[in-house]
């Protein structure tokens, strides 16, 4: 679980104390899911907001101000020197790796932005996939063969791997701040270090491959891997993806405050805020496209290799054929004037004799 963070004595009171004036006290608070999104009037950031406008927003929102916005530049290769590299990421926001986590492994930028991958897959790859909702790069692996819309795909998974604690994954120490005290159980990534020190953590929805505690620590919880895990499925001759769901969970890490009198009775939680799922699907349209202006030339390509070699071969045996009978021919002719020449040799005797 997170260290709590100590307040002065003083500070604290006077915190709470200016929570209480602002009608800001209750723990839980109804609103709509566009406002809880986008933003909502809270008394507190529309107070500080007055005073510091460039810190605080004048409402809250778990994604105030991200609508119709980017997240972040990517510079990608191009693939013009080396195919295999397209759409690789050299930087993000102008930086080549992250500042926020314990060790260079984990604040590399791999692989790509997910919006297709490189050409010529293979099923024993691991793909690379930079995710800024969980800032960090994460890997898909393997699982199985699948269609879409008719066109043979192959499935690639977040593994468990991905949020293990570094008590199983040791890789992963540097997503642990402060490893090895500190860290977060198996399927839940703490990520308050690039959220300005908010206690947020992410996970899968329903905390589906998580440690049992945090299922069971919150009433409602029903972890499903088909509604509920994180997969691509790609065309592995191009790289393109063809269905995607990206299903992430964030949580808030609540801990007992003798700050706040609504929070002294709290238990250590992991408490599910909202769980997103963005996914992607291939249309009609641009199958049909695919099948006609992709998938026909390949099989033709792939028909004119065979029917090359075919040929090739059948010149081949040809050459081999007319090789052996003209040697064979050339070898009877040979007996043969060896025969002609024996017989005149016996008549020019005879005549002498």
């Known amino acids: ?37 986008f933003g909502y009037d809270d008394p507190i950031f529309t107070e500080i907001n007055k005073i510091v406008k460039d810190l605080v927003p004048p409402q809250f929102g778990l994604f105030y101000g991200y609508n119709n916005t980017d997240d972040g530049v990517y510079l ?15 930087r993000w926001n102008y930086n080549k790796t992250l500042s926020w986590w314990g060790t260079d492994q984990a604040n590399m930028i791999n ?26 790069s994460i890997f898909l692996t393997f699982e199985k063969e699948t269609k879409v819309l008719g ?42 270090v690039c959220q300005q020190g ?27 891997k088909k509604l509920h895990e994180t997969f691509l499925d790609i065309e592995p001759m191009t790289g393109a993806i063809f269905s995607a769901d990206k299903r992430l969970q964030m949580n808030v890490v609540l801990q007992p405050s003798d700050t706040f009198e609504q929070m002294k009775n709290l238990n250590n939680t992991v408490f599910p805020i909202a769980w997103l799922n963005e996914s992607v699907v291939l249309d009609e349209g641009s199958a049909d496209l695919f099948k006609t202006q992709v998938l026909r030339n390949i099989k033709v390509v792939t028909s004119l290799q065979y029917l090359v070699l075919a040929i090739g071969i059948f010149i081949f045996v040809l050459t081999i054929v007319l090789l ?30």
């Open 111 to 136: 692989g790509t932005d997910g919006v297709f991958m490189s050409s010529g897959i293979k099923k024993t790859d691991t793909l690379y996939i930079y995710n800024s909702d969980v800032c960090r």
């Open 151 to 192: 066109i043979d795909t192959w499935r690639f998974r977040v593994p468990a791997a991905v949020f293990e604690s570094p008590a199983s994954n040791i890789d992963n120490r540097g997503f642990c701040i402060g490893y090895p005290n500190n860290c977060l159980l198996d399927g839940v990534m703490d990520i308050s």
């Open 1 to 37: 679980m997170l260290k709590q963070k100590k307040l002065p004595a003083i500070a604290g009171k006077l915190i709470a104390a200016l929570v209480k004036n602002w009608g800001d006290s209750a723990l839980f608070v109804n609103h709509t899911m566009e406002e809880f999104l």
């Open 76 to 90: 990608v290769n191009t693939g013009r020197k080396d195919i295999t590299q397209v759409n690789m990421l050299e």
């Open 324 to 353: 052996a009978c003209n040697t064979f021919l050339r070898k009877d002719e040979k007996d043969e004037y060896k025969i002609i020449n024996k017989s005149d040799s016996s008549s020019v005797l005879n005549e002498d004799t």
């Open 198 to 224: 908010a206690p947020v953590a992410m996970s899968c929805p329903h905390f589906y491959m998580a440690d049992k505690s945090y299922q069971t620590g919150v009433v409602g919880m029903h972890p499903d």
